[in-house]
């Protein structure tokens, strides 16, 4: 990236396990403060479409992401995200070894995986998911596999802590 820092886009599933699990408010506050602090800096950010299904749960994720992370929030309705959008359904539809119901789930518009992937071809951005590589899957449709096939790197929530140097 010529000396430019990545910039990690991060998905859905980012918040909600860590909020679900293993970094909920009560157990490590320091992870939230990181993301908030990363975000502010420009490094970490999610997409509109993300934080809809955050919004979806109506709780105190949701809240937590209005108070401390809505600015990093980005629109898709981008010229150039649309077009990678657009690459990135018309490869999955073209695979053959997903079920019809696998293609229509990912490319359901309100589904904030492909935007993901097409937000960071369209940007530059490595992926942050928890979603596990799955390329003989057939009826999901998994980010990595996705990622892979669009060159994008495509990291999980501890790698990406790695590199940006968040302890806890």
């Known amino acids: 990236m010529n000396g430019v820092p990545n910039r990690y886009v991060l998905d859905t599933s980012v918040f909600i396990q860590a909020f679900r699990s293993y ?5 490590a506050p320091g992870f939230w403060q990181a993301l908030a602090k990363h975000a502010g800096a420009g490094t970490l950010l999610s997409i509109d479409r993300v934080k ?8 105190e ?5 209005e108070n401390h992370f809505h600015g990093s929030f980005e629109n898709t309705a981008d010229n150039q995200v649309l077009a990678d959008y657009q690459r990135v359904i018309q490869w999955v539809m073209g695979q053959g070894q ?18 993901i992937v097409a937000y960071a071809l369209a940007r530059g951005c490595v992926v942050v998911t928890q979603e596990v590589a799955a390329p003989q899957a057939k009826r999901i449709i998994k980010i990595p596999d996705v990622c892979r096939a669009f060159s994008v790197p495509c990291i999980d929530t501890f790698e990406m802590m790695r590199k940006l140097g968040i302890k806890l």
């Open 23 to 27: 970094y909920h408010f009560d157990i």
């Open 52 to 59: 809809k299904e955050i919004e979806n749960g109506k709780d």
């Open 61 to 65: 994720l949701a809240k937590w992401t």
């Open 98 to 115: 997903y079920t019809p119901a696998a293609k229509a789930e990912f490319a359901d518009a309100d589904n904030a995986d492909a935007w």
